[in-house]
C-alpha cells in the first residue's frame, strides 16, 4: 500500500533552517508529485507547494516564496522540504502528501504522510 | 487567508443528516475540481472525496458531494461517532496558481 514516512519533530531556534524529509513506498515514486501542507495548532491546513519528480519543477505559495525549497532524491524515493529564516509562527505539523491529478483542472491529495511537528523557539 | 469560505461548525444527533458548504469564486471551484478531506484530531488529514462527487475505495456512501457554480457541498447522512472531525474542502486557484484548503469545519455528534 501507498506510505509515505516522514522524518521526526525538530526543535529550531528563530532565524535558523528546518529541512524534513518524506520517504514514498508501494508506488512509482516517479508517477506522482509531492506537496507539502502545513497545520499549526488550532488552525486549519495551510498549502506550501509541489515538485514533480520527473521535471523537477516546483511551484511554490507566494507567502513561503525565498523562504521554503522543495527537493528530491529519486534513487530512494524520498522528498524534502527546507523551510529557512524560520519565526515562531512557523511552528506547526508539517505533512507531505501525494499530488494526484485525473481529468484535467484536477488535482487531490490521496495519500499523506504522518506529520512532522517543528517547533520553532528561542 | 483563504478564498474558501466553510462554515466553522455545524452539529447533529447521531443517525442524522449534515451539509457542509464551501464558497469560492470562479478561479477556484468554479474552474477547478474540488476535494473534500477528513482530520481527526491528532491525526493527518485523509482524502474523502475527489473530482466533486468520487469517493476513493474504502469511504463508504454515507459521505456524498456535489459542486454547483462556485460553491460545493459535503453531505454526511447516518452520522456517527466516528465522523466528529474537522472536515476541509480544497482546490486550485487558477488565478493564484496555488491550492487552497477552505477554512475548515468542526462536525459535532450531538
Known amino acids: 500500500q501507498v506510505q509515505l514516512v516522514q522524518s521526526g519533530a525538530e526543535v529550531k531556534k528563530p532565524g535558523a533552517s528546518v529541512k524534513v524529509s518524506c520517504k514514498a513506498s508501494?508506488?512509482?515514486?516517479?508517477?506522482?508529485?509531492i506537496n507539502w501542507v502545513r497545520q499549526a495548532t488550532g488552525q486549519g491546513l495551510e498549502w506550501l507547494g509541489w515538485?514533480?519528480?520527473?521535471?523537477?519543477?516546483?511551484g511554490y505559495a507566494q507567502k513561503f516564496q525565498g523562504r521554503v525549497t522543495m527537493t528530491m532524491d529519486t534513487s530512494i524515493g524520498t522528498a524534502y522540504m527546507d523551510l529557512s529564516s524560520l519565526r515562531s509562527d512557523d511552528t506547526a505539523v508539517y505533512y507531505c502528501a501525494r499530488g494526484n491529478s485525473g481529468l484535467g483542472r484536477d488535482y487531490y491529495f490521496d495519500s499523506w504522510g504522518q506529520g512532522t511537528l517543528v517547533t520553532v523557539s528561542s | 487567508q483563504s478564498v474558501l469560505t466553510q462554515p466553522p461548525s455545524v452539529s447533529a444527533a447521531p443517525g442524522q443528516k449534515v451539509t457542509i458548504s464551501c464558497s469560492g469564486s470562479?478561479?477556484?471551484?468554479?474552474?477547478?475540481?474540488v476535494s473534500w478531506y477528513q482530520q481527526v484530531p491528532g491525526r493527518a488529514p485523509k482524502l474523502l472525496i475527489y473530482e466533486d462527487d468520487k469517493r476513493p475505495s474504502g469511504i463508504p456512501d454515507r459521505f456524498s458531494a456535489s459542486k454547483s457554480g462556485t460553491s460545493a457541498t459535503l453531505g454526511i447522512t447516518g452520522l456517527q461517532t466516528g465522523d466528529e472531525a474537522d472536515y476541509y474542502c480544497g482546490t486550485w486557484d487558477t488565478s493564484l496558481r496555488e491550492f487552497f484548503f477552505g477554512t475548515g469545519t468542526e462536525v459535532t455528534v450531538l
Open positions: 508501494g508506488y512509482p515514486f516517479t508517477s506522482y508529485d
Open positions: 515538485m514533480n519528480p520527473i521535471s523537477f519543477n516546483t
Open positions: 470562479s478561479s477556484n471551484i468554479g474552474n477547478y475540481f
